[in-house]
């Protein structure tokens, strides 16, 4: 089997910054953090804090917070109590909202300085994320550009987006205030990537990257794996939220499935399967799909090959820790460590695998 760490990065990664999410590092060589969304209202904290938990479950790293008023605001102590996770707060254009919720204790507050008022009224809130440790994304969207900069540019633009960041970190830089991170996002993938790649070449603050409403969960993860994956084989992003107008842990899933892809993230199982054709005996798909649902609670790092007959299974389930290979005739081979090690009924294959992948997994888990 292949040691899939040590396979070549795709990229160098771009040096930067480090600022702390909780105890979540961001930026400075620290792993590429998987974000997402709560889609609840933040004023359920019940509602709230169950998806909370499902996204760490499924593997985030952080989540965030929609705060739009005062009786989410007042929600927000009980939910970061009851957190696995940091949390960040979103907030538009409410100071008041901003201080309410630091001092709810919670990690991050998503807000842009120049759009929540008097110079004074950001003072107050830099003030308090400065006590506190708390560092401020600036979120510049394509769609809510300043309207000055939209006029000098003429519509729209990278180049647009990146001065609108820059007049945001000027503000709180002004203020002596340096945890910040920034995005950058826009729906059309080719503006993403250039207003990103252009903040990357004038500042070190870390990247938090997305492709703002991508979509529905298969157009959507496709522009965004093709979106981010374009800036991190630059070597650009230190943490990455997937948009998808579907169950937010499935934005959590893809995230990883990306990161895992891209050489960025390890642990957990990674399955590679074939996608069968007429050469296939039997029904291999739903067998692939089970296994993939049947080793996502896994910790440690497993690679595992399901694939469908003796042409490509061999080569692939070699170079799995554990695979299968189906065959003719009703049965197929178990592969472990790159060689075979039973030859069994079909049907006896996929809970073998499973097997041999959990106690794989389990050995790896605390290394
Ligand atoms: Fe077809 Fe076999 Fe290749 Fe699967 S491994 S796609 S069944 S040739």
């Given at each position: 089997a292949y040691d899939h760490q040590q396979l070549p990065a795709i990229s160098q990664r771009?040096?930067?910054?480090?600022?702390?999410?909780?105890?979540?590092?961001?930026?400075?060589?620290?792993?590429?953090?998987?974000?997402?969304?709560t889609t609840t209202e933040t004023a359920d904290p019940v509602a709230t804090l169950a998806q909370v938990r499902a996204l760490a479950e499924a593997g985030a790293d952080v989540v965030r917070l929609a705060v739009p008023n005062q009786e989410a605001a007042a929600a927000l102590a009980t939910i970061v109590k009851g957190s696995p996770i940091p949390l960040v707060a979103d907030i538009h254009f409410d100071y008041r909202l901003a201080l309410k919720a630091l001092d709810a204790g919670m990690h991050c507050i998503r807000l842009n300085p120049g759009n929540i008022g008097s110079a004074e009224r950001v003072r107050e809130v830099v003030k308090v994320a400065a006590e506190r440790q708390v560092p401020i994304r600036i979120g510049v969207n394509a769609g809510s550009l300043e309207e000055d900069i939209v006029e000098k540019h003429g519509w729209p633009t990278a180049e647009g987006m990146v001065e609108s960041a820059e007049r945001h970190i000027r503000i709180l830089e002004d203020l002596?205030?340096?945890?910040?991170?920034?995005?950058?996002?826009?729906?059309d993938i080719a503006m993403t990537v250039q207003a990103n790649r252009l903040f990357a070449s004038r500042f070190d603050y870390p990247l938090h990257l997305g492709i703002t409403e991508a979509g529905t969960l298969i157009a959507g993860t496709v522009k965004s794996a093709a979106g981010i994956g374009i800036l991190l084989a630059d070597g650009i992003g230190d943490t990455i939220r997937v948009s998808l107008a579907a169950d937010p842990v499935e934005e959590v899933k893809v995230a990883r499935i990306l990161l895992k892809a891209m050489g960025l993230k390890f642990g957990g199982a990674t399955l590679t399967a074939c996608p069968t054709c007429g050469r296939c005996s039997v029904g291999m798909i739903p067998i692939a799909e089970r296994v993939e649902t049947r080793l996502s609670h896994l910790k440690g790092e497993v690679n595992v090959a399901v694939m469908g007959c003796e042409v490509n299974g061999p080569g692939e389930a070699r170079a799995a820790d554990v695979g299968i290979a189906f065959g003719h005739g009703g049965v197929g081979l178990l592969f472990k460590g790159g060689a075979v090690v039973k030859r069994m009924k079909a049907e006896e294959l996929e809970d073998a695998l499973v097997t041999e992948a959990e106690a794989i997994a389990a050995a790896r888990e605390n290394k």
């Open positions: 771009r040096q930067t910054r480090q600022v702390r999410v909780g105890s979540v590092p961001i930026g400075g060589g620290a792993p590429v953090a998987v974000q997402s969304m002596g205030y340096r945890e910040i991170k920034v995005s950058l996002k826009a729906h």
